[in-house]
C-alpha cells in the first residue's frame, strides 16, 4: 500500500472530468493485476482465469476481491479483502457482496479499458448492474505520468543493465547466426548484469528484411554478410523499465543503408533536442519526422516518434504529431524513429528521456553510430 | 494460418451451444492478440495500446484490424486487413468498416473473456452496437483442448529443457543466497538449455515460510538452513511449455516437513495414476487429496490439484473436485498437489501430463523424493 499514491488518487476520483458532458467525478476504481495496481498498492498477481480486483473509493479502504490461495499476499494490509475459493460458480456472489460493501451499484466505477479484461468487466457489471463504468485511464495516467526521484533512479538502473548487457553480447554475434540465438543471449547477458527475471519485453533482433518490420519478432533467420541489424531491447530494475534500440552494420554495407543510418542517428538527435518542458509532445515527433522528410525518407517512418516509459513498455505520454498534451518535469519516453525500406533493411534508434526542470535528461549514452558486428 | 484448424473453428461456430437457452451458433468470433489467435492463425502481435482483433466467420476468409506497421505481419496470408494509423480518433471508423464487411451489426460475436480487454470489446461493441457477444470460451478451448502430436513434442521438449535447466541451477545454490539470485540464476539455465526467450512465467522460488504462499514472487530473503525450497519453474519451445514444481531440503529439516513432503510425493503419484481417458478430472483432484486427507493435512491443501497446460499456463482442462468433464486422449494437464503450512513452510510437486489412448504419459521424470540443497 502507498498511502501518498492513495491520497492522490482519491482527490483525482472526486475531480474526474468526463470525456462529454456527463457528470464529473468517480465513486470509484475498478482495477485488475496490472502497473496501476502495483503502483498504488504494491500487490502483485498473476494474470489468469481467476479474476482479482480492486476497488478504490475516495474514503474507504481498498477494497479486493481474490482467490483464497493469495490471500497471504494481502495479509496485515489495510483492505477488505473479499477471499473466494475454487469453484468458479461461487465468484460471481464474491463480487455482489464486495460491490454492496461499498454500495457501488448504480454508481460511476472507473476502469483502464487498456488492462481491464472482459473476464473481470462482467463480474464487476453483473454485480453492480445499474453502475457505469467510466474510462478512467487518464485519470490514473496523470498519477503515474511525473516519475518521481525514485522512479528515475530504477530506470536509470535498468538503462544501464540493458546498456552493459547489449555491450556483453555484442563480440558474440557472429555472421551465420540466428536472431534467435542472438536474442537469447542478450537475455542471458541482460539476467547476469541485473535485469528483473521477468523481462519488460522479449528483445528484437532483427537482421537485414525482417529490420523493415518494425515489430518483427526473433526468427530463424541467419545474419548475412551486408545486413543492417536491429536491436530492440530493454531490462527491468526495482519495477520499472528501459527500451533501448541500436541499428549495426554487418560487415560492409550497401551506401544507402549507411545514409539511412545518418538521418535516423540526425532525427534521434532532433527529437531528444525538443524535449523540454512546455512544450507539446507533438513537437518531439515532428522535430525527428522533418529530418527524415527532409531527406526524403517521410514515407518510410511509418509509426510516432515515441511512447511514455516507465513500469510498462507503452504508457503515457505518446510522441505523436498530434499530441498536444504538454511535457512537465518528471515525463518520461522514448525517442525512436526509424526508417523502414520494404523487402531490405530498417533502422530504429531509441534512446530513453526523462524532462527536468530546465529541459531533459537522457538516460541511454551507449554510442549511436553505426557499428560493425559479425 | 492453419487452414485445417481455422476449418474446424468453422464448425464449430454453427454449432455452438450458449449457455442458457438462447439461439445456438455463433456469426463470427473475435480475437485479440492472445494463443487462440497463435494457434489458429500463427499471428504474433505485442498487447499493448494499439488495438488488434481478427474475426473469424465460418464461410469467409478472416478479417484483421490493425496498426499499419503492423501490416507486414499479414502480407501475402488470407486474411482481410484493416489498418489503421497512429492517430486513436480514426480507430473506431476502421472497426466500424471492418465488421460491417462481414455484416456483422445484430449477429452473434463470440468472445474470449480471459484475453479479450475492455478496449478492443469497447471499440468491437460501437461498431456493432446490435451484436451480442456471448462468451465463446468452451467453444475455442474444445479445439485447443485435445493437443495433436507436434503438441505434445514441443512440450516434451519444454519438458526436458526445463529439468535440465534446474539440474544445472541446483549446485549452485547455497545457504545465504536470496530467491531473487536463485531464480535469475535458473531463467539462466533455462535459456541456455534452449528455452524460448519468453519465459512462460517467470519462476516461483520460495523458502521457508515464503513456500506457504503458493503464488508468492522471489524475494530478498536469504535461504536458511532447515527451509524448504519450492522451485515452480517452465520453459517454452515451439510455443508450448511445462509448468513444474519440485521441494526441497535446505540442510536437514524437520521431521514434520520431511513427513510432509512425502505426503504430497504420495498425493502426486496418486494423481498421476487416476490419469486416464473416459474418467471425469474431478477424479485425479480427489484421488490426490485423499491421501493428504486422510493424513490429516487437508486444510493446508488450498487449491486444486492442477491445470490443463498448453500454449498457456492455465487453460481447459483444471484438475477440480467439481470439475466433471471427462479426461480424453491429448488432453494435458499438471498434477500438482501440496501442503501449505502458514508462517512455517510449504510443500508442492507438480508434473505434468498427457491422456493417452490407454492411460496417461507424464512428460516429466526428475525426481520427486526430497533432496538436499545448499
Not at 51 to 80: C, N, Q, R, S, Y
Not at 102 to 131: C, N, S, T, W
Not at 202 to 210: C, D, L, M, W
Request: glycine share 10%; with cysteine; net charge negative.
Amino acid at each position: 500500500m502507498n498511502p501518498a499514491r492513495l491520497a492522490k488518487l482519491s482527490a483525482s476520483l472526486r475531480t474526474f472530468q468526463p470525456a462529454s458532458g456527463q457528470v464529473a467525478g468517480l465513486d470509484a476504481l475498478a482495477l485488475n493485476p496490472c502497473p496501476s495496481l502495483v503502483y498504488l498498492t504494491g500487490l502483485h498477481f498473476h494474470l489468469m482465469e481467476r479474476p482479482v480486483v480492486a476497488l478504490f473509493t475516495p474514503d474507504d479502504d481498498p477494497v479486493i476481491i481474490l482467490p483464497e490461495l493469495e490471500m497471504l499476499k494481502v495479509a496485515g494490509l489495510p483492505v477488505h479483502a473479499f477471499p473466494y475459493g475454487e469453484n468458479p460458480a461461487e465468484w460471481q456472489a464474491v463480487f455482489r457482496r464486495a460491490v454492496e460493501s461499498l454500495g457501488l451499484d448504480g454508481k460511476r466505477i472507473g476502469v483502464e479499458p487498456r488492462a481491464l479484461r472482459l473476464l473481470e468487466f462482467r463480474y464487476l457489471q453483473a454485480a453492480a448492474p445499474a453502475a457505469a463504468f467510466p474510462d478512467a485511464s487518464e485519470t490514473v495516467s496523470r498519477l503515474r505520468v511525473r516519475k518521481d526521484a525514485g522512479e528515475v533512479a530504477a530506470m536509470r538502473k535498468a538503462v544501464q543493465i540493458a546498456q552493459s548487457a547489449l555491450e556483453a553480447t555484442l563480440p558474440s554475434i557472429k555472421v551465420g547466426m540466428s536472431e534467435k540465438e542472438i536474442a537469447g543471449e542478450l537475455v542471458i547477458q541482460l539476467l547476469r548484469h541485473g535485469s528483473q527475471s521477468e523481462m519488460p519485453f522479449a528483445p528484437i533482433v532483427s537482421g537485414g528484411p525482417n529490420g523493415a518490420n518494425p515489430h518483427a519478432g526473433p526468427s530463424d533467420r541467419a545474419l548475412q554478410p551486408g545486413d543492417l541489424l536491429v536491436i530492440d531491447w530493454g531490462a527491468a530494475c526495482d519495477g520499472y523499465i528501459s527500451d533501448l534500440t541500436r541499428t549495426f552494420a554487418v560487415g560492409e554495407v550497401e551506401a544507402e543503408y549507411a545514409k539511412i543510418h545518418h538521418i535516423v542517428q540526425e532525427a534521434n538527435a532532433a527529437g531528444r533536442a525538443a524535449a523540454k518542458p512546455g512544450v507539446p509532445c507533438a513537437e518531439v515527433d515532428i522535430a525527428a519526422r522533418a529530418v527524415i522528410e527532409r531527406a526524403g525518407y517521410g514515407p518510410y517512418f511509418t509509426h510516432r516518434t515515441g511512447h511514455g516509459i516507465g513500469m510498462e513498455g507503452h504508457e503515457d505520454p505518446y510522441m505523436r504529431g498530434d499530441n498536444m498534451q504538454i511535457l512537465e518535469p518528471g515525463m518520461a519516453f522514448t525517442v525512436e524513429p526509424g526508417i523502414y525500406l520494404p523487402g531490405k533493411n530498417g533502422v530504429r534508434i531509441e534512446d530513453d528521456v526523462v524532462i527536468t526542470e530546465t529541459g531533459a535528461e537522457c538516460l541511454s549514452d551507449m554510442p549511436r553510430e553505426i557499428r560493425v558486428v559479425g
